[in-house]
């Protein structure tokens, strides 16, 4: 009686696990971790306007962008919102011509569409080196990812 009882409790732990949706996990949608900014196409206009929307939302995100250069060298952005200020550090180093690092923070951004472009525009920054209403910081052109 003893085993009988002690296998019938096996068979339904079995029967159990075996009807479960094992594979659930794979159902879910993965956050990839695309941090990087660096083709500016449509998946990088993607998770900006993601990182866009969780700040106007209060919510801390992360993103480095490195547009793509028509003369110079390279410009990168780290931008780091707390949900309420966008701290933007951006290193200049590589370029001999206006090789530096500057850094100033923001409390409103969007991103703007004008004809195929779509514009990061930053507004109530302090710490800028000249006197501006709003920073134009960098465009997603379709027009030239594709």
């Given at each position: 009686?003893?085993?009988?009882?002690l296998?019938?409790l096996?068979?339904?732990?079995?029967?159990?696990?075996?009807?479960?949706?094992?594979?659930?996990?794979q159902?879910?949608?993965?956050?990839?971790?695309?941090?990087?900014?660096k083709?500016f196409g449509?998946?990088?206009?993607?998770?900006?306007?993601?990182?866009?929307?969780r700040?106007?939302?209060?919510?801390?995100?992360?993103?480095?962008?490195?547009?793509?250069?028509?003369d110079?060298g390279y410009a990168i952005?780290?931008?780091?919102s707390d949900?309420?200020?966008?701290?933007?550090?951006?290193?200049?180093?590589?370029d001999m011509?206006?090789?530096?690092?500057?850094t100033?923070?923001?409390?409103?951004?969007?991103?703007?569409k004008?004809g195929?472009?779509?514009?990061?525009?930053?507004d109530?920054?302090?710490?800028?080196?000249?006197?501006?209403t709003?920073?134009?910081?960098?465009?997603f052109?379709?027009k030239l990812?594709?």
């Open positions: 009686m003893k085993y009988s009882n296998l019938l096996i068979l339904v732990c079995f029967g159990l696990s075996a009807c479960s949706n094992s594979t659930s996990y159902e879910q949608p993965i956050h990839t971790g695309h941090n990087i900014l083709t449509d998946e990088d206009l993607e998770r900006m306007q993601e990182f866009v929307d700040f106007n939302d209060n919510r801390s995100d992360y993103v480095m962008a490195i547009p793509p250069i028509i110079g952005y780290d931008l780091k949900g309420d200020m966008v701290t933007v550090r951006t290193d200049r180093t590589r011509y206006s090789g530096k690092e500057s100033f923070s923001c409390r409103g951004m969007e991103v703007r004008d195929s472009k779509q514009i990061v525009v930053l109530k920054c302090e710490g800028l080196e000249e006197e501006a709003e920073v134009e910081l960098f465009t052109d379709r990812s594709r």
